[in-house]
């Protein structure tokens, strides 16, 4: 699975960004699409996952109600949805698929994700 997120960019506090996780690849439809962050200086973490028929979505607790994940199987992409922007969700996002859903695994760091792509920049300006 190949996956590429795009979308990022440069927001003013309180703005929106729609991030875009483009997949190819065999069954690619049929794995969890998961969205994890990185700051200058700051260990990655896991921000949402969507499972593959978009019934079971999870969020960490610092986007919760300002961030949705939702997906496109039809186009093979996922997206993430960001709004309220704050100026502490400044990172590298990237884009990850696995064929497992984490479920609480996902908050408590147990994963392994299988596939990730490329970073895109979000910045958040004060």
């Known amino acids: 699975v190949q996956l590429q997120a795009s979308g990022g960019g440069l927001v003013q506090a309180g703005g929106s960004l729609r991030l875009s996780c483009a997949a190819s690849?065999?069954?690619?439809?049929?794995?969890?699409i998961a969205w994890f962050r990185q700051a200058p200086g700051k260990e990655r973490e896991f921000v949402a996952a969507i499972t593959w028929a978009g019934g079971s979505t999870y969020y960490a607790d610092s986007v919760k109600g300002r961030f949705t994940s939702s997906r496109d199987n039809a186009k093979n992409i996922g997206y993430l949805q960001m709004d309220s922007l704050k100026p502490e969700d400044t990172a590298v996002y990237y884009c990850a698929a696995d064929i497992r859903d984490y479920g609480s695994g996902w908050y408590q760091g147990r994963y392994d994700v299988d596939y990730w792509g490329k970073g895109t920049q979000v910045t958040v300006s004060s």
């Open positions: 690849g065999r069954s690619s439809k049929s794995y969890v």
